[in-house]
């Protein structure tokens, strides 16, 4: 028979064997985030439109190309998310969580949906873990966000990370580097894709992230925003290298670095994998973010890491990842009474952290035990009429093949387990006590 359908292009399926590796992940980044005191917060996989055309910018890549919009049955233009943070603002807002007092500090770990060519760790449906903080102008909060991140890192096993830093300024220094850049590429705009070339009068900036191969190449001779920052911005610049130089933290500074997003001020910065010769995310200040979503002027920054990017890291480093949990108990059902039973004494394993489990699919005593092996139970017991009526089984270690009978009584039967499963952990494959 024909499958109906498959998964779309671009997306794909976490299953069991997979999973696991995904759960680490999320584990290590909320458990960073959280010593650092990001709190999680989770918005809708649709917003209104307008949010992203004014958040994200309307020349940027993921506007013009990228996102997935459609009208709603009420005649709503709605998109889907192709980025964390401008929905993050609007929750901040819309909930007033600044009243709590600043910073706020948030997280998020979200899907994400962009429509481009699928690559590698890049898909239609892409996952992000990522913060955002708001009310913090200093650089040190710049820098706190960055070593969040490095630090999740290294507590992944991940060994080859590197970070790019730079500052793209404030709006006020930016205006003249505008200037610059658009009388260098209107000297090459035969040179510029069709996108560049309407980008050239709106907002130059945007032709220094095309991935256009021969835009990329006229552009690596364009001015550096560097040689146009004003005094204050190149004072945070430098204070945020100072801090991060005091912490140890090895940074490149690349003038040519300016993200993907119209939304961000003064410092950016990448996360680029040394190996895989692409960056695991990045991220920068957005101070002006706020108030263009109708809020107080308010300062804020975050970054966004791209987990399937990190996962190729991980396994392409050959990181070793814990074991999914397995079964330790599996009990062999003879008859009705013995299921009632079974079902009973599961539950109290359970209910004492035990995975354990029993048969639901009505199968004989020989495949029980076969399914047993193939799932690697450590321990099986065989309930049958004997059993209940005697209220004692034969519990079978699967890899050393001994029996011991214990209590299958409600009163003794977790003790007995306890005893038996924990004298088999005591020894090694040898039998020496270790």
Known sequence: MELITKAPKGTVDIVPGKSEKWQLMEDVFRSEAELNGFREVRTPVFEHTELFLRGVGDTTDVVEKQMYTFEDKGGRSIT?????????????????????????????????????????GRLRELHQFG?????????????????????????????????????????????????ALKEYFTERK???CD?????????????????????????????????????????????????????????????????????????VFEFPSKSLGFALGGG????????????????????????????????????????????????????????????????ELHRCGVPADFDVCGRGVKAQMKYANKIGAKFTLVLGDDEIRQGKAAMKNMKTGETKTISIT????????????????????DGVFF
């Open 131 to 179: 913060v955002e903080m708001f009310g913090a102008a200093e650089p040190l909060a710049d820098a706190q966000i960055i070593v969040l991140a490095l630090s999740a890192f290294k507590r992944l096993g991940l060994e080859d990370v590197g970070l790019q830093i730079n500052s793209i300024g404030c709006p006020e220094c930016r205006k003249e580097y505008h200037k």
């Open 195 to 267: 996108t560049c070339l309407s980008r050239l009068e709106r907002n130059p900036m945007r032709i220094l992230d095309c991935k256009s191969p021969e835009c990329q190449e006229v552009a690596k001779g364009a001015p550096k925003i560097t040689d146009y920052l004003c005094e204050d911005c190149r004072d945070h610049f430098a204070k945020v290298q100072e801090f991060l130089t005091a912490l140890g933290i090895e940074f490149e500074i690349d003038p040519g670095l300016v993200r993907g997003l119209d939304y961000y001020t003064r410092t």
């Open 80 to 120: 889907l998310r192709p980025e964390g943070t401008a929905g993050a603002v609007r929750a901040m807002l819309e909930n007033g969580l600044y009243n709590e007092g600043y910073p706020v500090k948030l997280y998020y770990l979200t899907s994400c949906y962009r429509y481009e060519k699928p690559q590698a």
């Open 410 to 429: 409600e009163e003794d039967f977790i003790n007995d387990y306890v005893t038996v499963s924990t004298e088999a952990a005591d020894f090694s494959e």
């Open 284 to 347: 920068g200040r957005y101070d002006g973010l706020v108030e263009e979503f109708g809020g107080k002027p308010t300062p804020g920054l975050g970054f966004g890491l791209g987990m399937d990017r990190i996962l190729l890291a991980l396994e392409a480093q050959k990181v070793e990842f814990p074991q999914p949990v397995k079964c330790e108990a599996y009990l062999v059902c003879v008859g009705e009474e013995a299921q009632k039973k079974a079902f009973r004494l599961v539950d």
């Open 190 to 192: 035969d040179q510029l």
